[in-house]
């Protein structure tokens, strides 16, 4: 081949590899945008719960979001949503009540009694249920370096809460002990979803589940959210509800899903472990939390041992998950 026709057929490819390093760029600036974006939900939550109640923050947020997820699915179908079959849409019904329902319930409650850095460092502790349902079920068995993470990630935690433990500070222990029960499961909604995301698509998962789920959350919020005074709420809370519950994690899940599509979830996952450091930091900043040298040691032990636990598995791994965001 002359070398004019083999610089010719190679342009292409370069220009195609080029692309592709733009989008991983524009990705990973996105992601950390977002890292920044969910780390300050903690502390912006904690301030919408106090004006509006946990229930109350439900009960408008579940207003919002079947809304949004129609109009996503309109925008992407029209009026011709996809049909799902009837076992599917029984999987779908049970992803929203445990997603919806139980895990982002339990997350708010837990928030709401908690700190928000002690919420952010909880959360992370969701791939260590994953790797063990994933066990459960057999589909994967546990390498020395994971259960070494495990270990390392629970003696961080009990470090981490002892000042809480010790000091008598119950309702934000109990917080956190909440937040726990709500990672293990978002990371049993993690492992079911990923064989219907296979199936139909992360779009369709995702707005079926909130239009499934939103039901019972309204209903059961409903004295919480008709005992707020709608009218008198402060603008800043209006846009705090607003930036929590749809920036944050309406459309804040949907880029990160483009992300994971464009660089790969193995090279996302890590950067959630700077979600911690942000919450914190912002919490700090804003509200005036502080932290001891034993609570810092305690978070970093303990996201060490997660990531540990996580990466520390074989490539061929069913779920490989990131720590939940605040939801």
Known sequence: MPPSTAAGAAAPIEDAVARQDRRARRALWLALFLIVLWGANFTVQKAVFTALSPGGFLFVRYLIMPVAAALLLCSRYGLRWPKVSRSDAFALLRLGLIGHLLHVGLVTYGIHWSTAFSSSLILACGPIFTLFILHWHGHEKLTRGQVAGVAVACCGVLAFLSDKLFGGHWQAGGGDL??????????????????????????????????????????????????????????????????????????????????????????????????????????????????????????????????????????????????????
């Open 178 to 327: 909440v937040l726990l029960v709500a990672a293990s499961f978002f990371s049993y909604y993690t492992v079911a979803a990923k064989p219907l995301i296979e199936r139909l698509g992360g779009v369709t998962v995702m707005t079926y589940g909130v239009l499934f789920g939103s039901g019972p959350v309204v209903l059961l919020s409903l004295p919480a959210g008709l005992a707020v005074s709608w009218i008198d709420i402060a603008p800043a809370i209006w846009a705090g509800t607003f930036y929590s519950v749809i920036i944050s994690a309406f459309l804040g899940w949907l880029a990160w899903g483009w992300i994971n599509a464009v660089r790969g979830v193995a090279r996302t996952a890590p950067l959630m472990y700077l979600m911690p450091p942000v919450a914190g930091l912002v919490a700090w900043a804003l509200t005036g939390e502080h932290y001891s040298a034993v609570k810092v040691g305690g978070a970093a032990l303990t996201l060490a041992g997660v990531a540990l636990a996580q990466f520390g598995s074989s490539p061929r791994d069913p779920v490989r998950e990131a720590p939940a965001p605040v939801d």
